[in-house]
């Protein structure tokens, strides 16, 4: 056991290092912000120590899917996720970022964090991160730029295919982002204005992605009936381009999609073994959380959340997304998907019970207490 010139010594814990080494009870030694030695014992006189016995030392956790883009700016020591051993997260998934933000998209944005006294002063990425760089905060971060973001800015919420002078407009936006620190750019297909982008669209936007060696991150198109399809539109995509393309929390959603598993494992299989770029993630657990409006029909979306609450009013409308959202009626859909918050506080005895449960309450259809709920809760 040898003395040494630390700050700072883990003593006694079981260290797993990263490296698939099977884990032993280690000391780290430590000085600055650097790690100096890993040694059974390590001696010094001076230096603070934290025993660590009976627990377990490893490197910080990499959270690489996170939504924390704009929250942890009113929590900066982000205690959810440093009291789990994440130390790094990847912000800016599924097509949603901080930035770029202009128009609808920034009033929306304005509405939403109000309530957490964030005021988002910035526009673009640069603008942001200028921000980002004066907030200490306990988590490292790494940013990508959200391709909704970006469509939102350029095109708004309209339901159609962006024009030549957009898609331009659209590239100097991500150009920006890129240049600014942005690591890549994700896309969110079944979320507005992301789901009305087409696959030329994607190519286009990937292939500058590309040039400045980002990586493309996805929430495809489907996760569940049409799944092999949204799998072979991100592989395409990578083909075409070259880009690094990263399926997000990849799963067959649905228990009657669960065989299709080994499927998605043979595509992805096969596109990595002819040289293309692809990789994913997956969580395990059969769960998700987002809106609750991703399970209406897309053109339902059309023009920004203003029109969609009004078109949710029209009788009219409601009887058409009824007949789309038929399959909907079989068991157990309706009973799988539970509320976990709401804004007002009306609402607030809905929370951690099923939309079955809150029809059977309200003595009404699952789908029309859900589209009242929307109406209420914009």
Same mark, same amino acid.
């Given at each position: 056991?040898?003395?040494?010139?630390?700050?700072?010594?883990?003593? +006694?814990? !079981?260290?797993?290092?990263?490296?698939?080494?099977?884990?032993?009870?280690?000391?780290?030694?430590?000085?600055?912000?650097?790690?100096?030695?890993?040694?059974?014992?390590?001696?010094?006189?001076?230096?603070?120590?934290?025993?660590?016995?009976?627990?377990?030392?490893?490197?910080?956790?990499?959270?690489?899917?996170?939504?924390?883009?704009?929250?942890?700016? $009113?929590?900066?020591?982000?205690?959810?996720?440093?009291?789990?051993?994440?130390?790094?997260?990847?912000?800016?998934?599924?097509?949603?970022?901080?930035?770029?933000?202009?128009?609808?998209?920034?009033?929306?944005?304005?509405?939403?964090?109000?309530?957490?006294?964030?005021?988002?002063?910035?526009?673009?990425?640069?603008?942001?991160?200028?921000?980002?760089?004066?907030?200490?905060?306990?988590?490292?971060? $790494?940013?990508?730029?959200?391709?909704?973001?970006?469509?939102?800015?350029?095109?708004?919420?309209?339901?159609?295919?962006? =024009?030549?002078?957009?898609?331009?407009?659209?590239? &100097?936006?991500?150009?920006?982002?890129?240049? %600014?620190? %942005?690591?890549?750019?994700?896309?969110?297909?079944?979320?507005?204005?992301?789901?009305?982008?087409?696959?030329?669209?994607?190519?286009?936007?990937?292939?500058?992605?590309?040039?400045?060696?980002?990586?493309?991150?996805?929430?495809?198109?489907?996760?569940?009936?049409?799944?092999?399809?949204?799998?072979?539109?991100?592989?395409?995509?990578?083909?075409?381009?070259?880009?690094?393309?990263?399926?997000?929390?990849? /799963?067959?959603?649905?228990?009657?999609?669960?065989?299709?598993?080994?499927?998605? /494992?043979?595509?992805?299989?096969?596109?990595?073994?002819?040289?293309?770029?692809?990789?994913?993630?997956?969580?395990?657990?059969?769960? %998700?959380? =987002?809106?609750?409006?991703?399970?209406?029909?897309?053109?339902?979306?059309?023009?920004?959340?203003?029109?969609?609450?009004?078109?949710? /009013?029209?009788? $009219?409308?409601?009887?058409?997304?009824?007949?789309?959202?038929? +399959?909907?009626?079989?068991?157990? !859909?309706?009973?799988?998907?539970?509320?976990?918050?709401?804004?007002?506080?009306?609402?607030?005895?809905?929370?951690? &019970?099923?939309? %079955?449960?809150?029809?059977?309450?309200?003595? /009404?259809?699952?789908?029309?207490?859900?589209?009242?709920?929307?109406?209420?809760?914009?």
């Amino acid at each position: 056991m040898r003395k040494m010139d630390l700050d700072l010594i883990i003593e +006694k814990g !079981f260290l797993i290092d990263g490296t698939g080494m099977p884990g032993k009870k280690m000391d780290v030694g430590i000085k600055g912000n650097k790690i100096e030695v890993i040694e059974e014992r390590i001696s010094c006189n001076t230096c603070t120590r934290i025993d660590a016995e009976g627990m377990i030392v490893a490197p910080g956790f990499i959270d690489i899917h996170s939504h924390s883009d704009f929250l942890w700016l $009113a929590c900066r020591e982000s205690e959810s996720k440093i009291l789990d051993g994440v130390t790094t997260e990847v912000c800016g998934n599924c097509g949603l970022s901080a930035f770029p933000l202009r128009g609808k998209l920034l009033e929306r944005r304005r509405q939403g964090l109000s309530k957490y006294g964030i005021v988002p002063s910035w526009r673009s990425a640069q603008g942001f991160f200028d921000v980002a760089e004066g907030i200490n905060s306990s988590v490292n971060r $790494a940013f990508l730029v959200g391709h909704g973001n970006i469509r939102a800015c350029a095109v708004g919420y309209d339901n159609r295919v962006a =024009t030549k002078d957009e898609l331009s407009v659209m590239g &100097k936006y991500l150009e920006e982002a890129m240049k %600014a620190g %942005a690591f890549g750019m994700s896309s969110g297909l079944v979320y507005p204005p992301g789901c009305y982008a087409e696959f030329d669209e994607l190519v286009t936007m990937c292939n500058r992605v590309n040039e400045y060696g980002g990586l493309y991150a996805t929430h495809i198109r489907n996760e569940g009936d049409d799944l092999e399809n949204a799998i072979a539109e991100a592989i395409k995509v990578a083909e075409e381009t070259g880009v690094n393309v990263q399926i997000s929390h990849i /799963k067959t959603m649905g228990q009657e999609n669960w065989h299709k598993l080994e499927n998605v /494992k043979a595509l992805i299989a096969y596109a990595i073994n002819e040289g293309v770029n692809v990789t994913c993630d997956r969580y395990p657990y059969t769960a %998700a959380a =987002t809106d609750l409006d991703v399970i209406l029909p897309a053109w339902v979306y059309d023009g920004g959340i203003e029109d969609q609450i009004q078109r949710l /009013k029209d009788r $009219a409308v409601r009887k058409r997304i009824a007949e789309e959202m038929s +399959k909907a009626d079989e068991a157990p !859909f309706w009973s799988d998907i539970v509320i976990s918050s709401v804004s007002t506080q009306k609402n607030r005895w809905m929370v951690g &019970k099923s939309i %079955a449960e809150i029809a059977a309450i309200q003595k /009404k259809p699952p789908l029309e207490a859900v589209l009242d709920l929307l109406i209420e809760e914009d």
